[in-house]
Protein backbone atom coordinates (compact mmCIF):
# COMPACT_ATOMS: atom_id res chain seq x y z
CA UNK A 1 0.00 0.00 0.00
CA UNK A 2 1.22 3.75 -0.18
CA UNK A 3 3.12 5.25 2.65
CA UNK A 4 2.83 8.47 3.66
CA UNK A 5 2.86 11.28 1.09
CA UNK A 6 3.63 15.01 1.57
CA UNK A 7 3.19 18.18 -0.78
CA UNK A 8 5.20 20.15 -1.66
CA UNK A 9 8.55 18.36 -1.63
CA UNK A 10 9.99 21.71 -1.95
CA UNK A 11 9.09 25.07 -0.89
CA UNK A 12 10.47 28.35 -1.39
CA UNK A 13 8.97 31.27 0.43
CA UNK A 14 10.15 35.10 0.82
CA UNK A 15 10.56 36.15 4.57
CA UNK A 16 7.11 37.33 5.63
CA UNK A 17 4.96 35.06 3.42
CA UNK A 18 2.21 32.49 4.36
CA UNK A 19 3.19 28.21 3.76
CA UNK A 20 0.89 25.46 3.93
CA UNK A 21 2.38 21.97 3.93
CA UNK A 22 0.18 18.95 3.50
CA UNK A 23 0.73 15.56 4.76
CA UNK A 24 -1.43 12.42 3.48
CA UNK A 25 -0.96 9.74 5.90
CA UNK A 26 -1.51 5.79 5.78
CA UNK A 27 -5.25 5.09 5.55
CA UNK A 28 -6.68 3.78 9.19
CA UNK A 29 -3.75 5.13 11.01
CA UNK A 30 -4.63 7.07 14.18
CA UNK A 31 -1.40 8.92 15.15
CA UNK A 32 -0.33 11.76 13.22
CA UNK A 33 2.97 13.88 13.81
CA UNK A 34 4.94 16.71 12.45
CA UNK A 35 8.53 16.85 12.97
CA UNK A 36 10.87 19.72 12.56
CA UNK A 37 14.23 18.73 11.25
CA UNK A 38 17.41 21.49 10.77
CA UNK A 39 20.01 21.13 8.50
CA UNK A 40 22.62 18.45 10.47
CA UNK A 41 20.39 17.40 12.96
CA UNK A 42 17.87 14.97 14.15
CA UNK A 43 14.06 15.43 14.03
CA UNK A 44 12.36 17.89 16.84
CA UNK A 45 8.64 16.75 17.14
CA UNK A 46 6.23 19.78 16.83
CA UNK A 47 2.97 18.53 17.69
CA UNK A 48 0.83 15.23 17.59
CA UNK A 49 -2.73 14.11 16.33
CA UNK A 50 -5.11 11.32 17.39
CA UNK A 51 -7.65 11.36 14.95
CA UNK A 52 -8.95 14.94 14.44
CA UNK A 53 -7.83 15.88 18.10
CA UNK A 54 -4.33 17.86 18.77
CA UNK A 55 -3.54 16.80 22.24
CA UNK A 56 0.19 17.56 21.93
CA UNK A 57 1.32 20.91 20.39
CA UNK A 58 3.67 21.69 23.07
CA UNK A 59 6.66 21.52 20.19
CA UNK A 60 5.36 24.15 18.17
CA UNK A 61 8.09 26.73 17.87
CA UNK A 62 5.76 30.50 18.05
CA UNK A 63 2.26 30.91 17.49
CA UNK A 64 2.86 31.75 14.06
CA UNK A 65 3.08 27.75 13.96
CA UNK A 66 -0.40 25.98 13.15
CA UNK A 67 -1.83 22.75 12.77
CA UNK A 68 -4.47 20.88 11.52
CA UNK A 69 -6.38 17.13 10.71
CA UNK A 70 -10.10 18.42 10.38
CA UNK A 71 -11.57 14.99 9.25
CA UNK A 72 -8.50 12.65 11.30
CA UNK A 73 -6.61 11.67 8.16
CA UNK A 74 -5.36 14.52 5.53
CA UNK A 75 -3.17 17.34 7.90
CA UNK A 76 -1.78 20.84 7.24
CA UNK A 77 1.06 22.64 8.69
CA UNK A 78 0.63 26.42 8.32
CA UNK A 79 3.51 28.84 8.90
CA UNK A 80 2.45 32.44 8.67
CA UNK A 81 5.07 35.24 8.55
CA UNK A 82 7.87 32.68 7.45
CA UNK A 83 11.27 34.03 9.02
CA UNK A 84 14.50 32.73 7.84
CA UNK A 85 15.24 30.66 11.15
CA UNK A 86 12.33 28.54 9.96
CA UNK A 87 13.96 27.10 7.08
CA UNK A 88 14.15 23.23 7.62
CA UNK A 89 12.56 19.95 6.46
CA UNK A 90 9.60 18.98 7.83
CA UNK A 91 8.20 15.71 8.24
CA UNK A 92 5.39 14.26 9.25
CA UNK A 93 5.05 10.64 10.32
CA UNK A 94 1.85 8.53 11.32
CA UNK A 95 1.20 5.08 13.26
CA UNK A 96 -1.65 2.90 13.38
CA UNK A 97 -2.22 3.06 17.15
CA UNK A 98 -1.85 5.21 20.15
CA UNK A 99 1.95 5.10 21.17
CA UNK A 100 3.66 6.03 24.47
CA UNK A 101 4.04 3.44 27.54
CA UNK A 102 0.48 2.76 26.55
CA UNK A 103 1.41 0.44 23.73
CA UNK A 104 4.43 0.96 21.18
CA UNK A 105 3.75 1.70 17.72
CA UNK A 106 6.08 2.23 14.67
CA UNK A 107 5.97 5.71 13.20
CA UNK A 108 6.15 5.61 9.04
CA UNK A 109 7.55 9.19 7.71
CA UNK A 110 6.69 10.61 4.55
CA UNK A 111 10.02 12.07 2.63
CA UNK A 112 9.69 15.47 3.97
CA UNK A 113 8.83 19.08 2.40
CA UNK A 114 12.21 21.03 2.13
CA UNK A 115 11.46 24.77 3.26
CA UNK A 116 13.95 27.15 2.45
CA UNK A 117 12.29 31.36 3.34
CA UNK A 118 14.84 33.71 1.48
CA UNK B 1 15.28 18.37 29.27
CA UNK B 2 16.38 15.15 27.85
CA UNK B 3 19.49 15.17 26.06
CA UNK B 4 20.88 12.26 23.52
CA UNK B 5 24.18 12.10 21.76
CA UNK B 6 25.27 10.00 19.18
CA UNK B 7 28.80 8.59 19.35
CA UNK B 8 30.28 11.07 16.18
CA UNK B 9 28.78 12.82 13.04
CA UNK B 10 30.83 10.67 10.46
CA UNK B 11 31.51 6.90 10.56
CA UNK B 12 33.76 5.59 7.98
CA UNK B 13 34.45 1.45 7.73
CA UNK B 14 35.65 -0.60 5.45
CA UNK B 15 33.31 -3.21 3.82
CA UNK B 16 33.13 -6.64 5.63
CA UNK B 17 33.62 -4.66 8.73
CA UNK B 18 31.08 -4.22 11.65
CA UNK B 19 30.07 -0.71 12.32
CA UNK B 20 28.99 0.20 15.30
CA UNK B 21 26.97 3.60 16.59
CA UNK B 22 26.42 4.61 19.74
CA UNK B 23 23.38 6.68 21.64
CA UNK B 24 23.58 7.84 24.79
CA UNK B 25 21.18 9.76 26.57
CA UNK B 26 20.40 11.75 30.12
CA UNK B 27 17.47 13.54 31.74
CA UNK B 28 15.00 10.64 30.61
CA UNK B 29 14.18 7.27 31.29
CA UNK B 30 12.74 5.81 27.97
CA UNK B 31 10.47 2.67 27.73
CA UNK B 32 12.03 1.99 24.33
CA UNK B 33 15.14 2.84 22.21
CA UNK B 34 14.45 2.92 18.05
CA UNK B 35 16.66 2.93 15.36
CA UNK B 36 15.63 4.30 12.49
CA UNK B 37 18.30 4.67 9.19
CA UNK B 38 17.46 8.36 6.63
CA UNK B 39 18.81 8.47 3.57
CA UNK B 40 19.53 11.91 1.92
CA UNK B 41 16.08 13.56 0.79
CA UNK B 42 14.10 10.79 2.28
CA UNK B 43 12.29 10.30 5.82
CA UNK B 44 13.27 8.42 8.59
CA UNK B 45 13.08 4.24 7.83
CA UNK B 46 12.16 1.94 10.86
CA UNK B 47 14.78 -0.54 11.80
CA UNK B 48 14.98 -2.10 15.25
CA UNK B 49 13.01 -1.16 18.38
CA UNK B 50 14.29 -2.30 22.06
CA UNK B 51 12.49 -2.33 24.97
CA UNK B 52 13.34 -1.12 28.67
CA UNK B 53 13.59 -4.62 30.04
CA UNK B 54 15.18 -6.60 26.81
CA UNK B 55 19.33 -6.13 26.92
CA UNK B 56 19.90 -7.46 22.85
CA UNK B 57 17.60 -7.61 20.31
CA UNK B 58 18.47 -8.98 16.51
CA UNK B 59 17.46 -8.37 13.15
CA UNK B 60 19.31 -10.16 10.09
CA UNK B 61 22.76 -8.19 10.39
CA UNK B 62 21.99 -6.06 12.42
CA UNK B 63 21.96 -6.03 16.60
CA UNK B 64 20.62 -3.46 19.34
CA UNK B 65 21.82 -3.46 22.34
CA UNK B 66 20.34 -1.20 25.60
CA UNK B 67 21.99 -0.84 28.98
CA UNK B 68 19.29 1.06 31.85
CA UNK B 69 21.54 1.43 33.31
CA UNK B 70 24.54 2.85 31.36
CA UNK B 71 21.74 4.73 29.29
CA UNK B 72 23.49 3.57 26.55
CA UNK B 73 22.16 1.73 23.60
CA UNK B 74 24.56 0.20 20.98
CA UNK B 75 23.71 -0.57 17.10
CA UNK B 76 25.97 -2.87 15.16
CA UNK B 77 25.94 -3.75 11.03
CA UNK B 78 28.16 -6.84 10.66
CA UNK B 79 29.48 -7.62 7.40
CA UNK B 80 28.92 -3.76 6.64
CA UNK B 81 28.50 -3.39 3.16
CA UNK B 82 28.44 0.01 1.03
CA UNK B 83 24.42 -0.07 0.67
CA UNK B 84 24.26 0.51 4.40
CA UNK B 85 26.20 3.91 3.60
CA UNK B 86 23.33 6.23 5.88
CA UNK B 87 22.69 8.45 8.49
CA UNK B 88 21.62 6.32 11.46
CA UNK B 89 19.01 7.87 13.81
CA UNK B 90 18.76 6.78 17.68
CA UNK B 91 15.21 7.91 19.15
CA UNK B 92 13.95 7.28 22.93
CA UNK B 93 10.40 6.42 23.34
CA UNK B 94 7.54 5.79 25.96
CA UNK B 95 6.07 9.32 26.79
CA UNK B 96 2.62 10.01 26.78
CA UNK B 97 0.96 9.59 23.20
CA UNK B 98 4.28 8.42 21.69
CA UNK B 99 6.14 11.24 20.90
CA UNK B 100 10.12 10.40 20.02
CA UNK B 101 13.29 12.08 21.02
CA UNK B 102 15.57 11.92 18.35
CA UNK B 103 19.72 12.31 18.26
CA UNK B 104 21.44 14.01 15.53
CA UNK B 105 22.40 10.68 14.05
CA UNK B 106 25.41 9.55 12.97
CA UNK B 107 26.77 9.28 9.29
CA UNK B 108 28.08 5.92 8.02
CA UNK B 109 29.79 5.53 5.00
CA UNK B 110 31.62 1.49 4.37
CA UNK B 111 33.68 1.83 1.66
CA UNK B 112 34.56 -0.74 -0.77
Known amino acids: GAGVSQSPRYKVAKRGQDVALRCDPI?????LFWYQQALGQGPEFLTY????????KSGLPSDRFFAERPEGSVSTLKIQRTQQEDSAVYLC????????????????FGPGTRLTVL | SQKIEQNSEALNIQEGKTATLTCNYT??????LQWYRQDPGRGPVFLLL?????KEKRKERLKVTFDTTLKQSLFHITASQPADSATYLCALGGSTLGRLYFGRGTQLTVWP
Open chain 1, 27 to 31: SGHVS
Open chain 1, 93 to 108: ASSLRVGGRAGIDTQY
Open chain 1, 49 to 56: FQNEAQLD
Open chain 2, 27 to 32: NYSPAY
Open chain 2, 50 to 54: IRENE
